[in-house]
């Protein structure tokens, strides 16, 4: 335990550690007799699809995944020999380090400009370090450290959940807090500093805390109609795990990219790492991740986990409010897709210990259910808004030279954005434009000529979000 412990507190700063939980496979086999059946059938929803799924890596990647992922329940069950709260609090001196990493680095990186960015860390994206500010937050609340630690926790968690600008981060903070409030926790302490997190952002007049407030979804609903088309076109055994990042591969972001760290510094992509750059881009929504990877198999699969865990967990405040605050940042984001640097670990880590607490069954069930609903609201608000009449595809020209352009009749009052199609995947041209005039587009450097498929994706607006509403398609040659 002693060596767990040890690297509970250093995998924050060395996440390949999280390797090592493979040698804590022998200890699922003290679990009781639904825990064994709930990752039976998780086992089962990801390999079977995986034997039909389209890609040829789909069935070693999917034993990868399910492997090390049983590996972390083993290393959770070994720390479940404690009580939840000694168990994590290692994970707090961990975290403490991983902070200050990350504010060396962004001065490092920016200098004096430093206040004027999100921060960063070099293996974590702004996203990720909000989410480990708020489990920093929780763990202070929950864990019965030294009351220095303790403070010195809590406020640098806090500072780092709002200097990230993580809109996600700070949903896992107050839905978390919410779900403590449940067991007369912690939770009531955790909302009251999400509120004055907040009230600190609206007193500051910079790019990064104005974040909080934006109402919109900062692109990621081009990745859910990518990812869901790639769903509709494989609903039984989706693409394959890791796979789908393939797919959606120039959607939001470019074919390949870096932590924006290191990005920022000037270092990109090499040619070597270009064909794995869809390893590491995500649906940023659980259920169309899993849907898109793995079908509605998968799906079924990965909602009786992760409602298993809850359900596990009930009674027990740390445990709940950690896993409750992944689900609801899986709404918009990829909190514990896996391998990650060691974020996504610790939702498998405290799954663990949950299911080594009691039988999931049959509350995973009804959990599952509240999960499928949470992680489609998104989808469910945005299909609630009222159908406006569809435009027309003017023309679209696609030069050997120059710009290409994309004119529409009709297009007023929406956004527009214009992908360029091979046989496999889309690449997202520019980022988006008003419909009501001429789309001019910068051409993607060194685009052989050919047959290509020109996509314009028309959203409407309104308060939270841009909603998907109409594809326009046209085959071009160059």
Not at 328 to 337: E, H, K, L, Q, Y
Request: glycine share 14%; with cysteine; aromatic share 12%.
């Amino acid at each position: 335990m002693r060596a767990l412990a040890l690297g509970l507190a250093l995998a924050p700063l060395f996440p390949p550690l999280a390797l090592l939980s493979l040698l804590f496979l022998p200890r699922l086999r003290g679990l009781s007799r639904g825990g064994k059946v709930l990752l039976l059938l998780y086992a089962l929803s990801l390999l079977g699809p995986a034997l039909f799924a389209p890609e040829p890596w789909a069935l070693p990647l999917a034993l990868g995944r399910l492997l090390y992922v049983l590996g972390l329940l083993g290393a959770g069950v070994a720390l479940a020999e404690k009580a939840p709260k000694e168990a994590m609090a290692p994970l707090g001196v961990g975290l403490v380090l991983l902070y200050l990493t990350a504010f060396g680095a962004t001065f490092w990186a920016f200098g004096d400009k430093a206040g004027e960015v999100r921060l960063m860390h070099p293996f974590h994206s702004p996203v990720g370090l909000g989410l480990m500010g708020a489990l920093g937050v929780f763990l202070a609340l929950y864990v019965r450290y030294p009351w220095p630690f303790r403070l010195l926790l809590g406020l640098l968690g806090g500072a780092v959940l709002l200097l990230s600008g993580s809109r996600g981060g700070m949903l896992a903070l107050l839905v978390g807090g919410a779900g403590g409030l449940l067991f007369r926790g912690r939770g009531l302490w955790a909302l009251g500093l999400g509120g004055l997190l907040l009230a600190l952002a609206a007193s500051l007049d910079t790019p990064v805390s104005e974040r909080f407030f934006e109402a919109h979804l900062s692109g990621r609903e081009g990745l859910w109609l990518r990812a869901y088309e790639v769903f509709s076109e494989h609903p039984w055994t989706g693409v394959g795990p890791y796979v789908l990042g393939d797919y959606l591969r120039g959607t939001l972001f470019g074919e390949c990219f870096l932590f924006p760290l290191l990005e920022a510094k000037g270092l990109h992509c090499s040619e070597g790492l270009r064909p794995l750059g869809g390893l590491w881009q995500f649906a940023h929504n659980h259920l169309l991740q899993a849907l898109g990877e793995s079908g509605l198999p998968g799906a079924l699969g990965l909602l009786l986990l992760v409602g298993g865990f809850l359900a596990a967990a009930w009674g027990e405040g740390l445990l709940f409010t950690l896993l409750l605050a992944y689900a609801a940042m899986g709404m918009v984001d990829n909190p514990f897709s896996v391998p990650s640097p060691f974020r996504g670990e610790v939702f498998f880590l405290a799954g663990g210990m949950a299911l080594a607490r009691r039988d999931p069954f049959p509350g995973a069930l009804g959990w599952a259910g509240v999960l499928a609903l949470l992680w489609a609201l998104p989808f469910l608000y945005l299909a609630s808004r009222p159908e406006p009449p569809p435009p027309l595809l003017a023309y679209a020209v696609l030069p050997r030279e120059g710009v290409g352009v994309v004119r529409l009749l009709g297009g007023e009052g929406y956004r527009a954005q214009v992908w360029l199609c091979e046989a496999k995947g889309c690449q997202r041209l520019g980022w988006e434009w008003r419909a009501d005039g001429p789309i001019r587009f910068a051409l993607p450097e060194g685009l052989p000529p050919g047959r290509y498929r020109l996509r314009v994706v028309l959203f409407s607006q309104h308060r939270l979000a841009l909603r998907p509403r109409y594809l326009l398609e046209e085959e071009v040659t160059r």
